[in-house]
């Protein structure tokens, strides 16, 4: 089974990893364009062309997929399969229409639950106990193409999106294994989704991160953790910035966002709607994320202040 495969962060570059252990011929890897990151603004190259540089592997960083801009590659690699995980960019027709097998799509999520693109995200903010990677088969639509193989695991309590992440790449490179073996030998039979219960996740954005503290604690805790590594959750310390990065709930009593102590060991405790949580680790303005303890020992933080606009 020839394989081009497409993908640009890390996550895609798991399931990349695997499928070169597992020792399949991937003839070709297509990848975003490289970014300028960094204070130096220097051009970065992206996870999945690391992963196929080491491997050897010819990558092809086209600007656009319009206008047949892939089919040269397509007719020269003539792949029996496109293997596609965060890509980046809706394919058209051409391409997902090209190969022998079809286009097999790794989503992070068990479909059709969360289509789109932070399902990681969205599940630990909304509280799922259990969450998944789904393989599809790929339609013009938005991740509405017909399932393969469901893998399941179940998120923790203060998992972060950042840790779930890791794990469902993990998963995800080895549901993709399962999935083309099965393909291969006709033993996967693919059944369409039901479009009724579908849910969407859209991208994150900082304003996704703005703590309400007028909701649950749990509510506001699974909102930490799913804006964990990136935006990170925040709210305002005396009209500053105040970016908290992990907490865990406790019970307490006073007015939504009110800091009711400082307490050793455990962090600083804060109200909500329903109670309180601790604030743990978190950035200050012109400071770096520290445990707030420390942060306090050269700081002070007023007890009875309310945090918010």
Known sequence: MRIL?????????????????????????????????????????????????????????????????????????????????????????????????????VHASLLPKYRGAAPIQWSIINGDAVTGVTTMKMDKGLDTGDMLLKAETEIGEYETAEELFDRLAALGGDLLIKTLNGLESNEIVPVPQNHDEHTYAPMISRDTGKIDWTKSSREISKLICGMNSWPLAQTKYKGEPLKIVSAKITDGKGKCGEILSLDKGKGLKVATGDGAIYIETAQFAGSKKMNVEDYARGHEIEIGIVLGD
């Open 5 to 105: 495969f497409m993908g640009t962060p890390d996550f895609a570059a798991v399931s990349l990893q695997a499928l070169i252990n597992a020792g399949f011929d991937v003839a070709g890897a297509v990848s975003q364009p490289d970014k300028p990151k960094g204070r130096g603004h220097k051009l970065q190259p992206t996870e999945v062309k690391l992963t196929a540089n080491k491997a050897g592997i010819d990558v092809y960083q086209p600007e656009s997929l319009k206008n047949g801009e892939l089919l040269p590659i397509l007719n020269d690699i003539k792949p029996d399969v496109i293997v596609v995980a965060a890509y980046g960019k809706i394919l058209p027709e051409y391409i997902i229409n090209y190969p022998k097998y079809g286009c097999i799509n």
